[in-house]
Antibody, heavy 116, light 111 residues
């Protein structure tokens, strides 16, 4: 069964970089055929797609245009995990961050709070 | 960006009765490959969303057959034939024809 688990610091200071990792089990990212996404949910609010990665001999990424200048999604196939970096964070980046496979399989989510 | 508008935003339903949620898109969701990437998600409090329906009408693995999806182009509907207590929560439509966007959510609650 496919399982995803997010990890990373729960508190980040304003202007710093948020880094999260999604560990995947039950599937191999390097096998290809799937979109590996990061999605976030602001407190008591709706869902926002951050970006995704499609692995086909290498990582191909696509980002939400509104976040593109601050986002990097990368992959480590040796560890079967993919990562998210968000630079220059502000309070508006406070959210639950989810990693998903194609939208069908979701991690439990990790709350990231941006505060000094 | 494609904007998805859901109605109603809140839906009180009696157990055992049907429920219906509408999702309207600001533009056609037919992709250049011919598919329509309109999905429905359900989120219970404190839980991540889970996929119910993909590509308009296909139930995801393990989803009960009381859930069904229909529609085309810009207008889509999720129907629950007989609401059960475990169906409470927020329902989202989501499109992936262009970069993914979500509806604002419909809260289903029991009367």
């Amino acid at each position: 069964q496919v399982q995803l688990q997010e990890s990373g610091p729960g508190l980040v200071k304003p202007s710093q970089t948020l880094s999260l990792t999604c560990n995947v089990s039950g599937d191999s990212i390097s096998s290809g055929g799937h979109y590996w996404n990061w999605i976030r949910q602001h407190p008591e609010k709706g869902l926002e797609w951050i970006g995704n990665m499609y692995y086909s001999g290498g990582a191909n990424t696509d980002y939400n245009p509104s976040l593109k200048s601050r986002i990097t999604i990368s992959v480590d196939t040796s560890k079967n995990q993919f990562s998210l970096r968000v630079t220059s964070v502000t309070a508006a980046d406070t959210a639950i961050y989810y990693c998903t496979r194609d939208g069908g399989y979701w991690g439990q989510g990790t709350l990231v709070t941006v505060s000094s | 960006d494609i904007v998805l508008t859901q109605t109603p935003l809140s839906s009180p339903v009696t157990l055992g009765q049907p429920a219906s949620i509408s999702c309207r898109s600001s533009q056609s969701l037919v992709h250049s490959d011919g598919n329509t990437y309109l999905n429905w998600l359900h989120q219970r409090p404190g839980q991540p969303p889970r996929l119910l329906i993909y590509q308009i009408s296909n139930r995801f693995s393990g989803v009960p057959d009381r859930f069904s999806g229909s529609g085309a182009e810009t207008d889509f509907t999720l129907k629950i034939s007989r609401v059960e207590a475990e169906d409470v929560g927020v329902y989202y439509c989501m499109q992936a024809t262009q970069f993914p966007t979500f509806g604002q959510g419909t809260k289903l609650e029991i009367k």
